[in-house]
């Protein structure tokens, strides 16, 4: 099967959200205020949302989910977990263990264009991680290494790696980490957070792609 790149997912992303009647508005805000203005946008995709007191909630107080303080110490049980979230129960978020020597959890998100999330344990960290795109689509590798240092502040909490693909190759990915006794509340926050800027680096970085990668 064909890997698709984050350029296709945010293709679908963008769709998704116009065919919803949504619009795209660039704001310009203090670098402390972009978590709580991304809850604020995905609270303002929702029809006659109460806003009143979003900004002074924290990171534990998402209004999207509703989760519980665990060790996960398998993805089975973590699976379990957000497979009972609201996200998951309005089809918003997909969940399916990848079953293996060290079993993983992909998570699917619809409201991204399906953009796939791979959750995996490793030790007391749990690491989210989702594909951008293979190093061969790259027009310059060392112009986009440099830019990605530049722009890296841009996208908190997420870093980009480039790795060793399965098929052969090296690929670039962005992920984070927390730890495994962090509650699912926290957990789906990340997925969600991951997701937004995997989105948001493939638009700024697009002009350093090859034109194949921008249109796979």
């Avoid at 205020?33 to 909630?57: C, H, K, W």
């Avoid at 997701?195 to 350093?208: G, M, R």
């Amino acid at each position: 099967m064909e890997t698709k790149t984050s350029a296709h997912y945010q293709r679908m992303h963008r769709q998704r959200l116009r065919e919803q009647g949504l619009v795209k508005k660039e704001v310009w805000i203090l670098p402390e205020y972009g978590t709580v203005l991304q809850r604020l946008e995905r609270q303002m995709r929702t029809p006659n949302a109460d806003l009143g007191s979003l900004a002074t909630r924290g990171k534990e107080g998402d209004m999207e989910t509703s989760g519980t303080q665990h060790s996960y110490w398998n993805v089975r049980s973590l699976a379990a977990d957000l497979q009972q979230s609201s996200l998951a129960r309005d089809g918003r978020l997909i969940v399916e263990v990848l079953e293996g020597a060290d079993a993983s959890l992909l998570v699917t998100l619809p409201d991204f264009g399906d953009l796939p999330v791979h959750l995996a344990l490793s030790g007391d960290q749990l690491v989210l991680e989702s594909y951008l795109w293979s190093a061969d689509d790259v027009a310059d590798r060392a112009v986009l290494n440099e830019q990605i240092l530049r722009l890296q502040k841009l996208f908190p909490f997420s870093s980009i790696a480039l790795q060793p693909l399965g098929q052969g190759g090296e690929g670039y990915v962005m992920f984070t980490a927390l730890r495994a006794s962090a509650t699912s509340d926290d957990i789906l926050c990340e997925v969600l957070a991951l997701a937004d800027n995997v989105i948001q680096a493939t638009e700024a970085l697009a002009p350093y792609l090859a034109h194949s990668a921008e249109h796979a």
